[in-house]
């Protein structure tokens, strides 16, 4: 049986880091994403990699979208929860459609991937589920309102989703990413930065395949991920 991990949102930074890593690793690669072109670009330099067009907060597209998945490669053996918007305003300021986009592209695209993918996870005698976060998941600042509310939503999700699986050994785990992800938008934004300020995505990627390597007897649910000089 092939070993088939999905990652849901794929693009430059994080995404693709872990495209990469799980490919290196000996996994087929299902890349979901909007962007057809840049999915189209990874499957040429990532062995073993296939794109698929796949929306997050389209809920009509995802139960086919696994079913073709299984039908192609086989059971999913690893999802990575990779999507995730932010609108950075106040409670105020925020409409609430912001607040509503937010919850969906975190929660809702979350629950709707793992009810699609269950029943692919507990084909394996090990699973993992695993879902990208931010330290806004643990504290709400004051312009980061929908965003932060929709992430700590997402982890009280992630840790009811990990209560309910681990008996199954489907392993759950959580990743906090405090600090700023090495991206050209990034470096544009700051400049001024040395290297050692930025999150690299290929040592993210190195602790995420860390993570689903673990015994399922010392499992970590939640994982905080920071530079040596993050205060």
């Known amino acids: 049986m092939n070993k088939v991990c999905a990652i849901i949102g794929v693009g430059p930074g994080n995404g693709e880091a872990l495209a ?5 690793e000996g996994h087929v690669v299902v890349m979901l994403a909007r962007s057809e ?6 499957e040429h330099t990532i062995p073993n990699s296939h ?11 995802v139960e086919a979208t696994f079913a073709s998945i ?13 999507a995730g918007g932010g609108v950075f305003k106040s409670a105020e300021e ?11 592209i975190n929660v809702q695209g979350l629950v709707a991937a793992t009810k699609a993918v269950l029943p692919q996870l507990r084909k394996h005698e090990r699973a993992n589920l695993i879902v ?7 504290r709400g600042r004051a312009n980061t309102a929908p965003f932060a509310s929709a992430k700590a939503a997402q982890r009280s999700l992630a840790q009811s989703l990990a209560r309910q699986l681990g008996p199954e050994k489907i392993h759950v785990a959580n990743v906090l990413i405090d600090g700023v992800v090495d991206l050209p938008r990034t470096r544009e934004k700051l400049p001024e930065k040395p290297d050692d300020f930025f999150v690299k995505p290929d040592a993210l990627a190195d602790a995420i395949w860390a993570l689903c390597q673990q015994d399922p007897s010392a499992w970590t649910f939640e994982l905080d991920i920071r530079p040596f000089g993050e205060t």
Do not use: C
Not at 132 to 138: D, N, Q, V
């Open 37 to 42: 072109a840049y999915l189209k670009s990874l």
């Open 94 to 104: 925020a409409s609430l459609e912001d607040f509503e986009a937010n919850w969906r």
């Open 51 to 61: 794109g698929q067009v796949y929306d997050a907060t389209d809920m009509s597209e």
């Open 20 to 24: 990469r890593k799980f490919s290196d």
């Open 132 to 138: 990208t976060s931010a330290s806004a998941a643990t």
């Open 70 to 82: 299984e039908q192609s490669f086989g059971p999913v053996s690893t999802l990575l929860y990779n």
